[in-house]
């Protein structure tokens, strides 16, 4: 626990209609006296208590980022975003995978489209699947 939690437990386990000031609490457990209040208060909370996703579902999901790579399959920033709003169970902004790029940089790597993909992508049309299975149920 960091001290301003040890602080905010030690006022909970104080008896209902004991008198204490924030100062008395501060220097006994040597914190900072605004960011104490404002956390007592409930007007803010940890840095921690903010994150959208913890480490080890983090370190997953830069795991499941990297065998996708390896099998060839490079997931996009919105894939990225998709995967991470379905482990957090909330919406994840681009510039959070932005952030989560950036942190894990030195263990993801970036995958541009060669020149390959991109023909296979343009002859990737629907009016091409027609086509192929018209000339497929004619048969």
């Known amino acids: 626990m960091s001290a301003i939690e040890d602080a905010i437990a030690a006022i909970k386990l104080r ?4 008198d204490f ?3 008395e609490v501060v220097n006994q457990f040597n914190v900072d006296q605004s960011t104490f209040s404002q956390r007592h208060k409930g007007k ?3 840095f921690k208590a903010k994150k959208k996703l913890n480490l080890q579902q983090e370190l997953e999901l830069v ?11 490079p997931p996009t920033r919105e894939m990225i975003q998709n995967f991470a ?3 957090a169970y909330k919406d994840i902004s ?13 263990q993801l790597t970036a995958k541009w489209i060669t020149g390959m993909d991109r023909v ?3 002859a990737d049309s629907e009016d091409k699947y027609n086509l192929y299975f018209d000339l497929l149920h004619s048969k």
């Open 120 to 122: 296979r992508h343009q």
């Open 21 to 23: 000031t924030y100062t």
């Open 85 to 87: 709003s379905a482990v």
């Open 15 to 18: 008896k209902s209609g004991d």
């Open 44 to 46: 803010t909370s940890s």
């Open 94 to 106: 681009k510039s959070w995978v932005t952030q989560f790029i950036n942190n894990y940089k030195d």
């Open 63 to 73: 795991q499941y980022i990297r065998d996708l790579t390896e099998r060839g399959l």
